[in-house]
């Protein structure tokens, strides 16, 4: 589990150095003030936790099933959260409508926060 969590932060910094980069350039030409908005928070979201993951990865050894959920929470939660972003702000250059993926990212928003409830827990009961 701690190489998966390590894979995963390492995945999303990369990428959401790439989306960021991305949106600042290509994508500044192309969508709306609102639509580029919404993408930028998506990238932001997406390399907080990618950088929260990395320190997870580094601190915890992942052997507990609390510390399993919190690196699922975190992992699952952020491609909900961000991906989900991401499509809904092209949508319209895509050329799709996507609208059902509306509530994918409060469900994101919602395992992020499990995850920073279940590095609570794992910060106040189980340290030494």
Known sequence: MKQIILIAATVY??????FGALGAH?????????????????VKYQ????????VL???????????????W????GTFLFSFSI???SLQT????????????TPLGGLLMIVG?????VQVVCHSS
Not at 73 to 76: A, H, P, R
């Open 116 to 120: 920073w409830c279940l590095l609570l």
């Open 26 to 42: 290509a994508l500044k030409k192309v969508l709306s003030e609102t639509q580029l908005q919404s993408f930028e928070v998506g």
């Open 93 to 104: 250059l895509m050329g799709a409508n996507l609208k059902f993926l509306g509530p994918v």
């Open 86 to 88: 991401y499509l809904l």
């Open 57 to 71: 990865g580094f601190f915890f050894s992942f052997d507990t099933r609390l510390q399993t959920y919190m690196g």
């Open 13 to 18: 910094g990369g990428l959401s150095v790439i």
């Open 47 to 54: 390399m907080y936790h990618a950088i929260v993951l990395l």
């Open 73 to 76: 929470s975190f992992i699952v």
